[in-house]
């Protein structure tokens, strides 16, 4: 099984659609939880970061972190074109596991006009 | 310059050569990373420095050899590579107690014949 466990998609929308990413994890010690987006031929880029349990916001996006469930989402509201990337959930244990961010796999997203 | 940046952005090598990549972060951060991307998988964590030292070697085999002179430059030397390790190599940095919030270049696209 693997540590984290990512739909990758692709995922294609309407714009003005309200997308919901999902990762799923095995590993209880994960405190630290991210969502990337990386838009072809370009790196990764840090979207939201949170850390342990509930929700935060910011403009559109949405994080939201479920540490009973072991399940963290990100929801993007009123989904434009530019939108459109792959977006990549990532999580930390902290302490020794510093510095060691675990990914998922992606999940590609189009938001089509 | 701003961000993270790396160079080249593409190579392409022979499996006898050998060939440097090169990684600048200009953020102040004191921890810097190597990563490997392949097609349909997760981001790989390869090498960890903080404070230029090296925390992390994520049994990575050794034709592939990080160096960190400072705590803003780093650089992957790559020797005798195997045409599986094509692939897009991305650096990252962070504020060395920050347990998230890893910052990526755009990365350096890697293909060996």
């Known amino acids: 099984q693997k540590e984290v466990e990512q739909d990758p998609g692709p995922l294609s929308v309407p714009e003005g659609a309200i997308v919901s990413l999902n990762c799923t994890y095995s590993n209880s010690a994960f405190q630290y939880f991210m969502w990337y987006r990386q838009y072809s031929r370009k790196g990764p880029e840090l979207l939201m970061y949170t850390y342990s349990s509930g929700n935060k916001e910011d403009g559109r996006f949405t994080a939201q972190v479920d540490k009973s469930s072991k399940y963290i989402s990100l929801f993007i509201r009123d989904s434009q074109p530019s939108d459109s990337a792959t977006y990549l959930c990532?999580?930390?244990?902290?302490?020794?596991?510093?510095?060691?961010?675990?990914f998922g796999q992606g999940t590609i997203l189009t938001v089509h006009p | 310059e701003t961000g993270v940046t790396q160079t080249p952005r593409h190579l392409v090598m022979g499996m006898t050569n050998k060939k440097s990549l090169k990684c600048e972060q200009h953020?102040?951060?004191?921890?810097m990373y190597w990563y490997k991307q392949s097609a349909k998988k997760p981001l790989e964590l390869m090498f960890v420095?903080?404070?230029?030292?090296?925390?992390e070697n994520n049994s990575v085999p050794s034709r592939f050899s990080p160096e960190c002179p400072n705590s803003s430059h780093l650089f992957l030397h790559l020797h005798t590579l195997q045409p599986e390790d094509s692939a897009l190599y991305l650096c990252?940095?962070?504020?060395?107690?920050?347990?998230?919030?890893?910052?990526f270049g755009p990365g350096t696209r890697l293909t060996v014949l």
């Open positions: 420095y903080n404070f230029k030292e090296q925390t």
């Open positions: 953020l102040g951060h004191n921890a």
């Open positions: 990532a999580m930390n244990g902290g302490g020794t596991s510093y510095g060691k961010l675990t």
């Open positions: 990252a940095s962070s504020y060395g107690e920050d347990q998230g919030g890893q910052f």
